[in-house]
């Protein structure tokens, strides 16, 4: 197979593409986003090679119409250019017409030389990151510009293995994404039974039970330190072996996205707590960032920082204690107590004591019943998609450098 080298600015020169940055402050100020419109896509908007609308911006169609050059089309490639520059999203045909953000740069490619689904993936590999990350200027903050992405070197064969390569890869990233929906699917039927239940009090029986002071009867209150422990166990100073480490910048809402491995005598003097299975972990800073998560059938060996309150469950069964623990009202609680302006965060005793709603044993059976099997689904396609991420990370390198044929 023939590969052939060039920069991706003549690439995109030859195509008839372009790289280009979004509209300067001058043409787009903060008080031009509203809640509803256009959607604008920040760097911040940039998650795991795709658009997250979760806080995305807005501007009136009036206002986008004025910045007809920075609308996206469809298989556009756009990365921040400034703070997390490694990051990139691939736009799909519901996104075209969006804008390309003041922070960020929008790539565009005819297809005709350079496929852009191929570049998408030339881009993940570690020697183009560490060209991005040496490239960039800045000290406090990385940047980049149009100029420095033209210069990207790249290495590509004819266009028909270009989208052979792309296809094979992007298998992956589609199971791995139906898996993610089927996990969103599971955990948002969880969340809509509880609130149903126990929070818009619909249970079963509700039509025949009184309700005193806004709790039904038989339903208790109870502080969090008397429904379960908080920080239970530490790992022993003479511990000698091997720990898998849960640092908090690798939660997010609801998932553990890496670990990390060390023998125990090297490892970060925060891996200390103790978990194991149906504990729940949530991070004590910036709550309101809501790192939290569960452990499902975890190695002996895993630890998690001490930045952590590790909630074990023991009155309770996790399936429920998880819901109560990461609703908006709980979120807000722990943003109310947390101390500090530049680092704000709660401690163990916070969640101590906070209040939990504990509902009757029978109606707590019923829901664990449901939830806990649709957990240990989740779960199972959680461990799916991290085999089909290594798989693929395994594959990716091989393919582009044409040691495995296509």
């Not at 920075?70 to 736009?91: D, M, N, Q, S, Y």
């Not at 791995?176 to 955990?187: A, F, P």
């Amino acid at each position: 197979m023939k590969w052939q080298d060039s920069t991706l600015g003549e690439i995109v020169k030859q195509d008839g593409g372009l790289i280009q940055t979004g509209p300067f402050g001058a043409q787009l100020h903060q008080a031009d986003y509203q809640s509803e419109g256009i959607p604008v896509i920040m760097p911040k908007d940039i998650a795991d090679g795709q658009v997250s609308v979760d806080s995305i911006a807005h501007i009136s169609e009036e206002m986008a119409n004025r910045l007809e050059r920075h609308k996206i089309k469809l298989r556009t490639i756009v990365l921040p250019r400034r703070g997390e520059i490694t990051k990139r999203a691939f736009i799909r045909e519901d996104q075209v017409g969006w804008i390309c953000g003041t922070g960020c740069i929008k790539i565009e490619l005819d297809g005709k030389k350079l496929a852009p689904e191929y570049l998408y993936y030339f881009m993940e590999q570690d020697h183009v990151v560490k060209w991005l990350l040496q490239n960039s200027v800045g000290t406090t903050m990385l940047n980049l510009s149009a100029g420095i992405v033209a210069k990207l070197p790249v290495r590509f064969p004819s266009i028909k293995a270009q989208h052979k390569i792309a296809s094979t890869l992007s298998a992956y990233d589609d199971l791995i994404e139906n898996n993610r929906r089927r996990m969103v699917l599971l955990e948002e039927t969880a969340r809509q039974l509880y609130n149903e239940w126990f929070v818009r009090l619909r249970f079963p029986g509700h039509e025949h039970t009184r309700i005193v002071d806004g709790v039904p009867v038989g339903w208790e209150r109870k502080k969090l330190g008397d429904v379960a422990e908080i920080n239970q166990t530490n790992i022993s100073n003479s511990y000698d072996g091997d720990v898998e480490y849960i640092d908090i910048s690798s939660v997010s809402p609801g998932s553990i996205d890496d670990t990390t491995i060390y023998i125990f005598r090297d490892a970060p003097s925060r891996a200390r707590r103790v978990v194991k299975h149906g504990d729940i972990i949530w991070s004590c800073v910036r709550p309101n960032r809501r790192s939290h998560a569960v452990i499902w059938n975890p190695p002996e060996n895993l630890v998690a920082s001490t930045g952590f309150a590790v909630i074990t469950p023991r009155y309770l069964p996790t399936s429920y204690l998880y819901q109560a623990l990461t609703t908006e009202s709980f979120v807000g609680y722990l943003s109310n107590h947390a101390k500090g302006a530049a680092y704000p965060a709660v401690v163990s005793g916070d969640f101590e004591r906070a209040v939990v709603t504990v509902p009757i044993k029978p109606l707590v059976s019923a829901f664990n019943e449901f939830v806990e099997q649709q957990m240990a689904q989740s779960h199972n396609l959680r461990l799916q998609n991290q085999k089909l991420r290594t798989a693929r990370d395994l594959l990716l390198p091989k393919l582009m450098s044409g040691e495995i044929a296509v």
